[in-house]
């Protein structure tokens, strides 16, 4: 049910359906989402905005947000994070059990799972439409001719909108393609990723934008790379590598003569193969010396790259996608790395994350035929601050329980000494996992 709420009543554990008052006072450019952090509570408590609608079905109502945050005495930030693991594990969770209790036995679908299926068939049907103005626009770049920049800003801004409504949808739907329309949905996936990354980063909504078409013209100068080349299995030669490592300079000769381009997109063309450490091509600029869109555009291109299926190689999980670039030392940016897994909601192998089910987890890969599916080894709760025996529990893709909250720090919790802790639960005899197997 749609509760509206006061800005000041507002508590971590919410979920915002929507924001009242002008769209310029709002507090974030999304508009769905759950309250999880003081950083989030305190942006929404100090708006201008007059009120806010929550979903009680998909969060905490007003009344258990009350009980919830009864004054707290103790200072020490270690007792508050228990209170809210307590508030996950025995006010929300069961909750949500109970309705896919429900749910399964009425043979209806959770309201959250029926949204996406939804936004998976709106997503086909961009894709679709997408089609047809991504060819032309490498089609034309291949004549020499200007890119007709509107075309792709109004694309941009449909998958934007796509995004917004449930990032997962299109972001899936792309990743799974077929070998022969790698070329333009690969362009649709790197606009997609940036898109989700730059709002997850909360930039500038024209800066969001501004970096969807720069992911869709990211690559446009591979028009001047044969096809030969470009799907060649195998090493390259050492004239075929140079063919290769000319196409940003191409891509970005060929966007400064369309009008309209917006500066990231140009900028992101010329700089999406560069590296940290200084070894990436054209220019070999290093660290501080890339902007954010150079530093983020590598990433999300790596990620469509090693999550596709290649001529030459069979696609990664997105978690063995992301295990493997984070030992890719000197290639990202590492903590904006993280920032994009955040994006995602994945997590590299061994990453802690904190569970909806109030537990502590090491993510330990995928499971489940789609490649989606995460499992996490938890091994602690965070109600009673005490290990438990590691269980094996499968966090399917937009499921609501138990899903993962977030990365979680080692230091917080105090572990003496983490690397022996996460060896001893890895290497530990698992249970078979009943609580998860019910939903
Ligand atoms: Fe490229």
């Excluded at 594990?89 to 949204?115: C, H, L």
């Excluded at 449909?158 to 409504?165: C, D, P, Q, V, Y």
Aim: hydrophobic share 40%; glycine share 8%; with cysteine.
């Amino acid at each position: 049910m749609l509760v509206r709420i006061e800005p000041q009543d507002v508590e971590i554990g919410m979920f915002v359906h929507a924001f009242e008052g002008s769209w310029f006072d709002h507090p974030f450019w999304r508009r769905y989402f759950r309250i999880e952090t003081q950083e989030q509570l305190d942006r929404i408590r100090n708006s201008a905005i007059d009120g806010l609608l929550i979903d009680d079905q998909l969060g905490i109502g007003p009344r258990a947000a009350l009980q919830a945050t009864e004054p707290e005495r103790s200072p020490d930030p270690r007792r508050k994070r228990v209170a809210r693991g307590r508030f996950w594990g025995e006010a929300m969770a069961p909750r949500t059990r109970t309705r896919f209790a429900s749910a399964q036995k009425d043979g209806d679908v959770p309201r959250s799972r029926r949204s996406y299926a939804i936004e998976c068939r709106r997503a086909k049907q961009l894709v679709d439409r997408t089609r047809g103005a991504v060819t032309d626009m490498f089609e034309a770049a291949r004549l020499g001719r200007a890119v007709e920049v509107k075309h792709m800003v109004r694309l941009a801004s449909l998958i934007g909108a796509s995004i917004e409504r449930d990032a997962k949808a299109l972001i899936n739907l792309v990743r799974l393609k077929e070998k022969d329309e790698y070329t333009y949905l690969h362009s649709v996936a790197v606009c997609a990723l940036m898109i989700n990354f730059a709002r997850h980063l909360e930039l500038d909504p024209q800066e969001v934008e501004d970096m969807g078409v720069a992911g869709l013209l990211h690559d446009v100068g591979k028009v001047a790379v044969s096809d030969d080349i470009l799907n060649k299995p195998g090493g390259l030669s050492k004239g075929e590598m140079r063919s290769v490592r000319e196409h940003p300079g191409a891509g970005h000769r060929l966007l400064e003569n369309s009008p309209g381009t917006p500066a990231l997109a140009l900028e992101l063309c010329l700089r999406h193969h560069e590296k940290i450490d200084g070894s990436g091509y054209p220019g070999g600029l290093k660290g501080e010396e890339l902007s954010l869109a150079a530093r983020m555009g590598a990433i999300c291109d790596v990620y469509d790259a090693v999550t596709s299926n290649r001529p030459y190689k069979a696609a990664w999980t997105p978690c063995e996608a992301l295990t493997e670039m984070r030992k890719w030392e000197g290639h990202f940016d590492p903590a904006l790395l993280d920032r994009f897994a955040d994006s995602l909601g994945i997590y590299a192998s061994g990453t802690l994350v904190r569970l909806s089910t109030g537990e502590l987890g090491i993510v330990i890969g995928s499971a489940g035929e789609a490649g989606e599916d995460v499992v996490v080894r938890a091994f602690f709760d965070c109600n009673t601050l005490a290990e438990i025996d590691p269980v094996d529990r499968a966090i399917a893709p937009s499921a609501e329980y138990p899903r993962i909250i977030g990365r979680d720090s080692p230091t917080f919790w105090r572990f003496a000494d983490w690397d022996v802790l996460r060896h001893r639960v890895l290497a530990a005899n698992i249970l078979p996992d009943a609580e998860s197997d019910s939903h």
